[in-house]
């Protein structure tokens, strides 16, 4: 499962950095999504990194400002929240990719949710 932290309140345009640890397995192998969840949406994803730190980015509003990051020698992947924006506001959660290495939009190609981690940008 993973663990989520990072998460907090923020004014318009502040940094926030959100972390992604794990236990109990090891997604070494696989490739890992953030997404994010705001209050009456569908959850979505941000961007999802390979083993191998190969990228995707998605959502136009997000591209420049959001950036996933991953440290396989401690077991860590980042999002790091730049010019955050009202709305950034939601749960944040990271997930491993079904299909291993291979990144998916859709939030049923990934498995291993953590609890998430809460994000709120006031204007």
């Known amino acids: 499962q993973f663990v989520e932290s990072g998460g907090g309140s923020v004014q318009t345009g502040e940094s926030l950095k959100l972390s992604c640890g794990w236990s109990g397995f090891s997604p070494a192998g696989y490739a890992i999504a953030w997404f994010h969840h705001a209050a009456g949406k569908e959850r979505e994803a941000v961007a999802c990194?390979?083993?191998?730190?190969?990228?995707?980015q998605y959502g136009d509003s997000r591209k420049g400002r959001l950036t996933i990051s991953r440290d396989n020698a401690v077991g860590r992947v980042f999002l790091q929240m730049n010019s955050t924006k009202p709305e950034d506001t939601g749960v944040y959660y990271c997930?491993?990719?079904?299909?291993?290495?291979?990144?998916?939009?859709?939030?049923?190609?990934?498995?291993?949710w953590g609890q998430g981690t809460r994000v709120t940008v006031s204007s």
């Open positions: 990194i390979t083993t191998t730190g190969g990228v995707i």
């Open positions: 997930a491993a990719s079904k299909q291993r290495n291979t990144c998916r939009r859709g939030a049923e190609n990934y498995s291993y």
